[in-house]
C-alpha cells in the first residue's frame, strides 16, 4: 500500500498531462518482468498516484518556468521504509518524470526533482475498514496469484517465490525459510512472514 504525491511546478499542466504524469510513475512502480502480472494487478490496486500543482511555491535557481521543478513523496508501511527500498524506487520515479521532459536527461544534472520516503508506523495504516499490518497488505497484493494455482518455472539458479510469484537468485537470496524439507526464497522479508504464519512457522 503506497501514496504517492507527485507536487508539480512550471508551464500549467493539463489533465490529460497530470494524467499521464501519473500513470508513468505508477508503471514504473509496478512493471516486472521477474513478477507475474496478477501481483503487478493486484499491486495497483493498492497504489495511489496523487498529481497536484500548487499555487505557491518558492525556491531558488531558475525560473520554474524554464525549469520546472517536483517534490515527490512516498508514504508507506514503516518496514518498507528503509535504504534499500529508497536505492530502488528514486531511480524509478525520478526516471518515470524525466521520460515526460523535453530533456529527459535534465533531472539527473539538475536537483529539481526531489523524491522523498516517508514510513508509516505499523497499524498505522488500514483499508477494509480495519487497520492493516504491513504482512496483511502483503497478503492482499499477492491474494491473486496464492489463489490463482500459478506456479511459474524458475531458471536454473533461481527458484519462485512461493508468496508473490517473484523469480528469486538462490544466490542473492536474502529471505529463506526452510519447511517440511523443502527450502524457500523470498524477495521480501513480508513475503516470508506471510509464508510463516500461513504454514504456523516461526
Given at each position: 500500500?503506497?501514496?504517492?504525491?507527485?507536487?508539480?511546478?512550471?508551464?500549467?499542466?493539463?489533465?490529460?498531462?497530470?494524467?499521464?504524469?501519473?500513470?508513468?510513475?505508477?508503471?514504473?512502480?509496478?512493471?516486472?518482468?521477474?513478477?507475474?502480472?496478477?501481483?503487478?494487478?493486484?499491486?495497483?490496486?493498492?497504489?495511489?498516484?496523487?498529481?497536484?500543482?500548487?499555487r505557491t511555491w518558492v525556491t531558488g535557481g531558475p525560473p520554474p518556468d524554464a525549469a520546472p521543478r517536483y517534490l515527490v513523496r512516498l508514504t508507506v508501511p514503516g518496514s518498507w521504509s528503509n535504504g534499500e527500498f529508497a536505492d530502488h524506487v528514486v531511480p524509478l520515479v525520478t526516471g518515470a518524470i524525466a521520460a515526460a521532459?523535453?530533456?529527459?536527461?535534465?533531472?539527473?544534472?539538475?536537483?529539481h526533482c526531489v523524491v522523498q520516503v516517508v514510513g508509516l508506523r505499523e497499524h498505522c495504516v488500514g483499508t477494509l475498514g480495519r487497520t492493516t499490518t504491513s504482512t496483511e497488505i502483503t497478503r492482499l497484493m499477492t491474494q491473486g496469484f496464492r489463489e490463482s494455482g500459478e506456479r511459474p518455472v524458475a531458471p536454473e539458479g533461481s527458484t519462485i517465490d512461493p508468496v508473490c510469484g517473484m523469480r528469486v537468485e538462490w544466490d542473492a537470496a536474502k529471505f529463506t525459510l526452510t519447511h517440511d524439507g523443502v527450502d524457500h526464497a523470498f524477495?521480501?522479508?513480508?513475503?516470508?512472514?506471510?509464508?510463516?504464519?500461513?504454514h504456523g512457522l516461526t
Open positions: 500500500m503506497m501514496t504517492i504525491e507527485v507536487f508539480v511546478t512550471g508551464p500549467t499542466l493539463t489533465a490529460e498531462a497530470e494524467h499521464d504524469l501519473g500513470d508513468r510513475v505508477l508503471r514504473a512502480l509496478t512493471t516486472e518482468d521477474a513478477a507475474p502480472d496478477t501481483v503487478m494487478d493486484g499491486a495497483r490496486e493498492f497504489i495511489h498516484v496523487l498529481v497536484s500543482q500548487p521532459e523535453p530533456d529527459p536527461s535534465r533531472l539527473h544534472r539538475e536537483p524477495c521480501a522479508p513480508s513475503c516470508r512472514k506471510v509464508y510463516a504464519e500461513d
